[in-house]
């Protein structure tokens, strides 16, 4: 695989783990009372906190495979068991579901708070997004390009997840709840389909014997 491909298929697999457009419903509904200037300082907030959790993932998650012993097949086991919990919910369409008006109201004074947890923690830099930065670390290797390419993902993701978040008021209104929660189901049925690619990944490279 390319440079370019490993970077391509780590942004779409990044892209569809964090999912910014089913975390929309949930956002809308939690700045539902909040003017423009306070629905962009969380989104920035948000997003920035979903960039720093990915990089610095990128950055030590190899550190954290040989300070306890984590094979890449064992990541990619556990991984990919996490990711498929994510996908069921998302298929489900139980992600991003409405506050109720007691919740918005509590919302508006914990603003700063909420921005990081729980949006930007875990709906956006959630285990699954976390996993799949470490697993791809881990097939990257000691190749620059790709490490590079690693980074580059985030990147791209990070300022989806802001463009999405950032106009999500008028985009939730064109597509409605029901645009939304299919567009979700579809992105669900895809991640179900890359955690279990990681699952028959990291067992075959155990049953074999592979170098990891």
Do not use: C
């Amino acid at each position: 695989m390319s440079a370019l491909e490993f970077t391509l298929a780590a942004t779409a697999s990044l892209f569809v783990v964090v999912d910014p457009i089913g975390t929309l419903p949930f956002f809308v509904a939690l700045t539902h009372d909040f003017d423009d200037h306070d629905r962009q300082t969380m989104v920035e907030r948000a997003v920035s906190v979903l960039g720093g959790v990915l990089v610095a993932f990128a950055i030590f998650g190899r550190y954290l495979f040989a300070a306890f012993g984590f094979t890449l097949f064992s990541i990619e086991i556990a991984g990919g068991i996490l990711l498929f919990f994510t996908a069921y919910d998302m298929f489900r369409g139980e992600m991003g579901q409405k506050l109720p008006p007691a919740t918005r109201q509590e919302a508006i004074q914990r603003r700063d708070e909420l921005a990081v947890a729980p949006l930007g923690i875990p709906l956006l830099a959630g285990p699954g997004s976390i996993a799949t930065v470490m697993v791809y670390v881990g097939n990257a290797g000691t190749d620059v390009l790709s490490l590079l390419g690693i980074f580059l993902a985030v990147g791209i993701v990070t300022v989806s997840a802001w463009l999405i978040l950032r106009y999500g008021q008028g985009l939730f209104r064109r597509l409605g709840r029901v645009g939304i929660t299919a567009i979700t189901r579809i992105l669900g049925l895809l991640l179900a389909a890359l955690a279990v690619q990681f699952i028959v990944n990291g067992i075959l490279g155990i049953v074999l014997g592979l170098p990891h």
